[in-house]
């Protein structure tokens, strides 16, 4: 509806019986005769005017008569069935399209008839690009009835919001005020504090919290106001949630302050007026529907030098001297943590308790609480909607639901639709963006645990559903990250990790099934990781060795999920891609076990038989290392020894290498086998070139030297490999085979050597993390207590070591089996049966790290 000449923003004023207020029809004309009488009646019966082109009416061009008459009109009607009307011969669209173009800035009705299966595409693109850009709703209709009734409600609506007046404010400045939130907040100390402490300084004129939906802007925002209050004239809170045209949003701020429209002025200038030479604070909510109107706040805030803005959006606004403050979720507990002190644990039981009053944090809630908003990710809104179930839901039975999290609901009748439920929220947020950021964010719902920069642009190459061509992906994942649905974090290496709150990555992965694409996403991402892994395992034996480690583990999840994918999808190829190039890795991480069901997986594939004889051949020898990894040596052995004759067929050097070490590693360390076997490994493994494969078999061998008391030969191989190790920069290699030559040292006798030894292998262990490995120096540890006669603390470093293996569920080599059973005859005859097992408990209680620190006093 248009607005009297001069006055921008302002509804105008209904016009008198003899100018009523017209209401423009736009339909095809045969095919929705019966709707569009319907129409006609329901605007006649509100004592309004219908206007409806008709073919011939008037002896003038069809688009210049329904644009004569669309000027005119005040309310824009319409009505969409299946064709898309009739393209004239100088026309590039419709005149059903033209009119809606036309109808911009007017108050719009529409309605789409439903079902409506033969609908025309070109219609159909049409209805999404106006439901994509909001800023109207399509309201569906079955038959020229119902959609007569809904016209006739829906005009009586808009005739009571757009023309009823609000009555003024008093004159003067009023005080402002704030509404006061309904439950108290939860932490956010530290934000406050920003936040109150910019609001502090003149110099900052324009604060804006962003976020995502749900995560506590509004509540803070009111907090850091309130704070402030004191020291202002006036505080006015300005909410946009209902408000979704740029024009209106004037009108809004001007309520708030108490400013009526007087005269032909913009509305924003009488609102500078008032304002103008007062300490004045505004808080807008809600701005990112109608950010375009962003501009216009700035505008005010130059004509107010002493006013401030504190904005809350879910989008950064780019105006220059804006200050951004991210909102981030809340602190979840760490496993090891007292769930009672985290932030997100407070807000679930403070919500809880308004809906079940009995509710506790007891020894039987904690962790079920803790895990619900870890799996939340702190998200403030997805805490409290969880909470408010708890009368019919307890912590473990909401855990177990928490697949569908997206669909909980707020039962609490005065919440926002917009914040009904997660998935409305996450929906509020989705529809803002444009087409090429809803296709990247669906697409990079596929990556596990967020993405870097180069995996986000292969996984996000194709074209959007505009076909409009690539996706330039930097700048879409900006535009991401400046609506809060992507959060960049520093991983330490100066190159940002993108990550979505799991909730939001849910409902984009939902957006991608959608769109069809989610197979060819999937096979862009593990492709992407199969090569990121070859070129990490040609870097893992080289002097970059940490910074591809790190990478390694910054996609361990995503590696993971790749690879259970390409199984479930029988991508063998792609399986053994994804592995065999990282397989010490794999094995560093102590991620082996975890494998062997997927390994298993493998063999039965129908793929399997079709791949070519190396990679079959390193498929196979994987499986194997991984049923001796879990003490099934005997399978083991029968799978290996097709590998060795495949390898020495193939001349293939590196996989003979490893599988004779294994072949070896399955025998008991007496067999005369054993030493055969392991030194032909290693001259295989020189042939190959691989360093790190050297230093690797070297350590078997030093471990079968130490179980046949040869000292000699261990400190020479073992020293071999470590400097191997050192070359590869591989810590954890090289803290083994530190407390390889610790052991040496100590069946040598030579105590104060080993305890130099072991003192520079934990210093690797605690750097590395390497939880196998800590079981191993804790035996060591255990060795040399036993030899310095402290039994107890012997039994207690044994029984830390028990409880780490059991935690990685993994078996010892079987050197390294016979040196622990010496090692626990000895603690048995010092201690008795009773007085070993008592100490291997507490061990196994106090945990392997706690267990190192202790011992790295010594002893005492």
Known sequence: ??????????????????????????????????????????????????????????????????????????????????????????????????????SGGMPRLLYVRTPAPGRDPRLARLLERVQAEGGVSTTPYRDPAELGELVADDLAVLLSERFTRSVP?????????????????????AELATVTGLLGDPAVRLVVLTGPGGIGKTRLALAAAAAVEPGRDGVWFVDLSGVRDRADVPAAVAEAVGVSAEGSRPLLDQVA??????????????????????????????????????????????????????????????????????????????????ADPSFALTAATAGPVAELVRRLDGLPLAVELAAARVRTLPPRLLLARLD???????????????????????????????????????????????????????????????????????????????????????????????????????FAAERLRERGEEEATRVRWAQHL??????????????????????????????????????????????????APTVRWWWARGLLPAMAGLAEQTAALPSAAALPPDLAARSAGARAALRFALDDAASAAGLLDGVVDDARRRDDAWLLGHALGARAMSLSPADPRVVPLLDEALDQLRRSGDGWSVAFSGMLRVGVALAGGDVTAAERVAGEARELAAAAADDQLAALLGDALALAALLAGDLPRARARLDEAVALHRRTRDLEGAATCLEVLAALALAEGRHAAAARLVGAADAARTTLGVARWSPHQALADRLREALRAALGDDGEARGRAAGAALGPWAALDEELGGPS
């Open 530 to 579: 199969a090569r990121l892994g070859a070129e990490a395992g040609a870097g893992l034996g080289g002097p970059a060795a940490r910074l591809w480690r790190d990478r390694l583990d910054a996609e361990t999840a995503d590696l993971r999920a790749a690879l259970r994918w390409a199984v479930a999808t029988d991508r063998l190829a792609l399986v053994v891609r994804l592995t």
């Open 1 to 102: 509806m248009a607005a009297p000449a001069g006055t921008p923003g302002m509804p105008r004023t209904i016009a008198t019986p003899d100018q009523r207020l017209r209401v423009f029809v736009s339909s095809t004309l045969e095919e929705l005769a019966a709707e569009r009488r319907a129409v006609r009646d329901a605007v006649a019966r509100l004592r309004l005017t219908p206007v409806m082109f008709e073919l011939g009416a008037r002896p003038h061009p069809p688009r210049d008569l329904y644009r004569a008459y669309l000027a005119q009109s005040d309310v824009f009607v319409g009505v969409y069935g299946d064709r898309y009307g009739w393209v004239g011969p100088d026309m590039a669209v419709s005149g059903l399209e033209d009119e809606l173009e036309l």
């Open 273 to 354: 007026d008032r304002l103008a030479g007062r300490r004045a604070l505004l808080v807008v909510d809600n701005l990112e529907q109608v950010a375009g109107a962003a501009p216009d706040l700035a505008a005010l805030l130059a004509r107010c030098p002493l006013t401030q803005l504190l904005v809350t959006s879910r989008a950064v606004l780019r105006l220059r001297g804006e200050h951004d403050v991210p909102i981030e979720p809340l602190r979840t507990p760490a496993a090891d943590d007292d769930p009672g002190s985290a932030p997100a644990v407070e807000l679930f039981v403070a919500r809880a308790r308004q």
């Open 404 to 506: 569908r999290a997206l669909d909980l609901g707020d039962p609490d009748v005065d919440v926002p639709d917009r914040q009904r439920t997660l998935r409305s929220t996450i929906a509020w947020s989705h529809d803002l963006l444009d087409e090429r950021g809803r296709a990247l964010l669906a697409r990079l719902s596929v990556c596990a645990d967020g993405c870097t920069l180069d995996t986000a642009e292969v996984v996000g190459a194709g074209r959007g559903e505009d076909g409009a061509g690539d996706l330039d992906v930097l700048e879409t994942l900006s535009d991401l990250v400046g609506h809060s649905l992507v959060t960049p974090t520093d991983t330490g290496d100066g190159e940002p990790r993108f990550r979505m709150l799991e909730l939001v990555r849910a």
């Open 169 to 189: 404010a008093p004159p003067g400045l009023a005080a402002g005020w704030l509404p006061t939130p309904p439950t108290p907040m939860v932490d956010r100390t």
